[in-house]
C-alpha cells in the first residue's frame, strides 16, 4: 500500500476512533452522584408512608427519602410522597413483587425490563429533583432470588449468575441515564446484548445516580458471592456502600470492604443501618464515630420498615434515639437538599 494511502487510513482510523470514543463519553458524561452541599452528609429514613416518626424521633427533617420497590411497580405514589415530604426520592429496586420472583437478573440483560426502565428514565427526569436509584442491593446475600447462590453455596444457574447480574446491571444504567439511542445500542451490542426496545431517537438525561450496594461479605462467604463478583465496573457507579445494623456491628468487616472500595474514588453510602434488637447507645456512638473518621461517606439511610410497631422503630430504642438525635444535630448533617431548603 503506499504511503499516502496508509496515512490517510490511519487518520480515518483515528477520527472514526475518536468519533466513537466521543460519543460514548457523552452518554457517559451526565452520570452524577448529586452529593450534599460540601463538607456535610445527607441522613434520609426508608420505609413507611411519611417520615414524621422519624422526624419526630431524631428531631430532623430526612432529606432523602426511600422506598422498597420492584421491576414492574407502579412508581407515581412514591415519587409524589417524596416530594410532599420535601425529599429527595430514593428507590430500591428488586425482583421481587408480593413475595414472588417476576423476572431475573439474565431477562433483565436481554430487555426483559426495557419497558418499565424507559418508564423510569422519562418519570425521573420530569421530577423537580434528583433521584437515587439502590438497583437489587444485597445481590451477594442468599435471601436475595438475584443472588448468584443460595445459603449452600450452590450456583442458581445462568440467568443468577454474577455475570447476569453486572450485565443486567449495566443495560438498567445505560436506559435509564438515557441519552442518544444509536449510542446506547453500540455499547449494548459491545457488551453482547440486544438493542434497546424502543421507537425513540433520544431518551431524556434525567437527573438519576446509582447505587451499589452489598453485604461486605458475602452469604455464603466464598470467593465466587464476595462482593467484587457482583462489580459493574467504575463507570456504571456512583455511589459504593453497604447495609449496617447494630445486631451485626461487623465493623473489621467494615472497614476491609471500605479499604477495597475506596480505590473506586466514589462517595460512600449506608443504604440501609437501623437499630435492631437491643436498645444501644453506644453502638450509634460507635457508628457514627466511623462515620466521621470516613470523609467519603456522604449518606446514610435509615431503614424503620413499613410496620409501625416493626422491628427498627426508633420508638422501640429510646436512648439510641437520644444518641442519634444528638448526632443528627450537628452541622455535619444536612437537614435538608438544596432544592427543599425553606425559603
Same mark, same amino acid.
Given at each position: 500500500m503506499p504511503l499516502r494511502r496508509r496515512l490517510a487510513l490511519l487518520a480515518a482510523c483515528a477520527v472514526g476512533s475518536l468519533t466513537s470514543l466521543a460519543a460514548i463519553a457523552a452518554t457517559a458524561a451526565h452520570a452524577d452522584p448529586y452529593l450534599p452541599p460540601a463538607g456535610r452528609v445527607f441522613h434520609g429514613v426508608t420505609g413507611g408512608k411519611d417520615v414524621g416518626r422519624y422526624e419526630q424521633a431524631t428531631g430532623n427533617h430526612p432529606p432523602v427519602f426511600q422506598f422498597f420497590s420492584s421491576f414492574g411497580s407502579p412508581l407515581e405514589y412514591m415519587f409524589q410522597a417524596a416530594e410532599r415530604e420535601r425529599a429527595r426520592l430514593m428507590l430500591h429496586i428488586s425482583t421481587l413483587t408480593n413475595g414472588r420472583e417476576t423476572v431475573t437478573p439474565g431477562a433483565i440483560a436481554e430487555g426483559a425490563e426495557d419497558d418499565y426502565l424507559l418508564a423510569l428514565n422519562k418519570r425521573i427526569a420530569d421530577s423537580s429533583s434528583p433521584v437515587y436509584l439502590r438497583l437489587m442491593s444485597e445481590m451477594n446475600g442468599h435471601w436475595n432470588p438475584y443472588a448468584a447462590f443460595d445459603a449452600n453455596g450452590r450456583a442458581r444457574g445462568a440467568a443468577r449468575s454474577t455475570a447476569a447480574f453486572r450485565r443486567a446491571w449495566k443495560r438498567s444504567v445505560l436506559i435509564v441515564r438515557g441519552g442518544d439511542v444509536g449510542t446506547i445500542d453500540r455499547r449494548?451490542?459491545?457488551?453482547?446484548?440486544?438493542? @434497546?426496545?424502543?421507537?425513540?431517537?433520544?431518551?431524556?438525561r434525567p437527573r438519576v445516580a446509582f447505587l451499589w450496594v452489598p453485604q461486605v461479605a458475602g452469604a455464603p462467604d466464598t470467593r465466587a458471592n464476595s462482593p467484587r463478583a457482583y462489580w459493574p465496573g467504575r463507570e456504571y457507579v456512583d455511589w459504593v456502600g453497604t447495609d449496617f445494623y447494630s445486631k451485626f456491628p461487623n465493623f473489621a468487616g467494615l472497614d476491609r470492604f471500605y479499604r477495597d472500595f475506596a480505590r473506586e474514588r466514589k462517595p460512600f453510602v449506608f443504604g440501609e443501618w437501623a437499630m435492631w434488637g437491643r436498645d444501644d447507645a453506644g453502638f450509634v456512638n460507635r457508628?457514627?464515630?466511623? @462515620?466521621?473518621?470516613?470523609?467519603? @461517606?456522604?449518606?446514610l439511610m435509615y431503614n424503620q420498615g413499613n410496620r409501625p410497631d416493626g422491628p427498627f422503630r426508633l420508638h422501640r430504642y429510646p436512648r439510641a434515639a437520644k444518641a442519634l438525635r444528638a448526632k443528627l444535630g450537628t452541622s455535619r448533617f444536612a437537614p435538608f437538599a438544596p432544592e427543599y431548603l425553606p425559603e
Open positions: 449494548l451490542k459491545a457488551l453482547g446484548l440486544p438493542p @434497546v426496545r424502543t421507537a425513540e431517537d433520544e431518551l431524556a457508628f457514627f464515630g466511623w @462515620v466521621g473518621a470516613h470523609r467519603s @461517606v456522604r449518606m
